[in-house]
């Protein structure tokens, strides 16, 4: 008996990464998946962002699991878009019962900075974006009557002033920190409905985001950040599945009464 | 495989309420367990506390899952007590991975300022000394050990935020806080994570006792169960009146298990929302 047995996961940034990691993760126990991802290139983000491919990968894997997956590209910065990937995904799996709002990007670090739009990228996607994903799905979740759960990925850059001060940066950690509040609001709006709201706040993840040479340069010339990766525990960047495994926690019934949350996966970061 | 098998954990305050489910969760995931509990009375305190015939009880449970279990009467106020019982179970059971400092009264008077001194004396020695106490005979261990560990606090709401007429025990609760944080940051060069848990109202005997409801609904006379429940409901943000034992259970199993390997120095309330209104 699986965890998450019967459920159905909408999944965004599901291509690869923390995204692809949840969705197999929620897969192994009992859940069908609902991905999407953008799996194109925004101007302002110099590292390479997630292919059509990465995101066929992701459905190969899941389905490697015997679980069901509808996967969609969708922008999460387009509202009526992301509604219409929920929408078919609902059509075919029966419904929604969980929500990853994990779409996410890190556009620091960037050589000859437009400042205002590397701000308005990353605020459109890491806030807006989140907005957006649990917009679509909440009158789903209030109509089917069976409660649901919501894990927003919000970042150490969430509870902390880290990030930097290019434009990027500070949209980053302007709009990690701005998840909490929603998550925040959300839990405390959703809470009669029996839909739990929780953010995770994770260090420094082994993926593509962390792990190119724009993020290795940012980390390497700003000292007051080159911090964000030395965790307390003796671990330098912790694993896609140890977020995913706080997220499959939160969205099972073991965590039933849990809402409200701010919890770090960050090997003792915010500690320090 | 169960998800801490082949564990030893350290549970305090285990003769019954959240400290017998920590024992029968973690033995149901194939941990064994090394108990211990006042099993007696103290003055101060104004409801039925613990006796040895429900330690008897904690032991039977784990049994019956095929763990083994080391169970011992001491005092949490006893540092040299609690010593040797850890000192027992570990030398019996092999090992200690994991510490739940659960032991924990509760108390209220008319006003913090009318406490007594041995009412407040005696919140501070079991709840915030205790918690101490159980982290210093088990820290040696673990270290020892060599394989990391988890240490997990139970704190309460009350230890981030504060309820009128129990000043006492908020303060023992919020430092609680203080000495996982602490604890966090000493013990991470060894792998060794900490984190405290923070409960709404758990349906335990601690909770449900007249002198309880009355600190929820000071104007009712003989306040019951059933009065109680909607009282303890509108603290919650979550359509329920309080969690079970198990739901306190299960977020500790997560933090004890590898699955939260990377997880240190966090306050996780387990609280229907109670802190986010």
């Avoid at chain 2, 924990?104 to 913090?112: L, N, R, S, V, W």
Wanted: proline residues 5%.
């Amino acid at each position: 008996m699986g965890r998450v047995d019967g459920k159905v996961a909408f999944v965004t940034g599901a291509a690869r990464g923390q995204g692809r990691s949840h969705a197999i993760r929620l897969a192994q126990e009992g859940a069908d998946i609902i991905a999407v991802d953008l799996c194109d290139q925004i101007a302002t983000v110099e590292y390479p962002m997630a292919t059509p491919e990465d995101l066929a990968e992701t459905v190969k894997e899941v389905e490697a699991l015997d679980r069901r997956i509808v996967a969609k590209q969708a922008d999460v910065r387009d509202q009526a878009a992301l509604k219409a990937a929920l929408d078919e995904g609902v059509a075919q799996l029966g419904g929604v019962d969980i929500v990853l709002a994990n779409a996410g990007i890190a556009p620091m670090g960037a050589e000859n900075e437009d400042r205002i739009a590397a701000w308005q990228d990353v605020v459109g996607v890491n806030l807006t974006g989140v907005w957006n994903t649990v917009e679509v799905a909440v009158p789903r979740l209030v109509e089917q009557g069976r409660g649901g759960a919501i894990v927003l990925t919000s970042s150490t850059a969430g509870l902390k002033g880290i990030g930097g001060d290019s434009g990027g940066g500070l949209g980053y950690t302007a709009s990690k920190h701005g998840v909490v509040g929603l998550m925040r609001a959300f839990a405390t709006n959703l809470a009669q409905h029996n839909i739990r709201v929780n953010s995770v706040h994770p260090t420094g993840v082994n993926t593509p985001m962390v792990v190119n040479e724009v993020m290795q340069k940012f980390l390497e010339q700003d000292p007051s950040v080159a911090g964000a990766l030395a965790n307390l525990l003796p671990v330098e960047l912790v694993e896609p599945v140890d977020i995913s495994n706080a997220i499959l926690w939160l969205v099972s019934d073991e965590a039933r009464y849990v809402t409200g949350v701010t919890l770090p996966v960050d090997a003792g970061f915010t500690t320090k | 495989m169960g998800r801490v098998e082949g564990k030893v954990a350290f549970i305090t305050g285990a003769a019954r309420g959240q400290g017998r489910s920590h024992a029968i969760r973690l033995a149901e995931e194939g941990a064994d367990i090394i108990a211990v509990d006042l099993c007696a009375q103290v003055d101060t305190v104004p409801y039925p506390m613990a006796t040895p015939e429900d330690l008897d009880e904690t032991v039977k449970a784990v049994e019956a899952l095929d763990r083994r279990i080391v169970a011992t009467q001491a005092d949490v106020r006893d540092f040299g007590a609690l010593k040797a019982a850890v000192d027992d179970g570990v030398a019996q059971l092999g090992r200690l991975d994991i510490v739940a400092a659960n032991a924990g009264i509760a108390g209220t008077a008319d006003g913090t300022s009318n406490l007594t001194e041995a009412e407040w004396q005696d919140m501070i020695d079991i709840n915030l000394t205790g918690v101490w106490h159980a982290t210093k005979a088990a820290v040696p261990h673990l270290v020892a050990g060599g394989r990391g560990g988890s240490i997990i606090l139970t704190s309460s709401a009350a230890g981030l935020m504060a309820y009128p007429n129990i000043g006492h025990y908020v303060a023992a609760k919020h430092g609680v806080v203080g000495l996982m944080r602490t604890l966090a940051l000493e013990l991470a060069p060894q792998s060794i994570r900490v984190n405290s848990l923070h409960p709404t109202q758990v349906d335990t005997p601690m909770i449900m006792n007249e002198t309880i409801f009355s600190l929820f609904m000071p104007d009712k006379q003989n306040p019951t169960r059933e009065d109680f429940a909607p009282a303890s409901q509108e603290m919650n943000a979550l359509p329920i009146p309080w969690v079970e034992p198990r739901d306190i259970s299960n977020a500790l199993l997560f933090l004890a298990s590898d699955e939260a390997r990377y997880i240190t120095g966090v306050a996780l309330p387990v609280d229907a929302g109670m802190l986010v209104r």
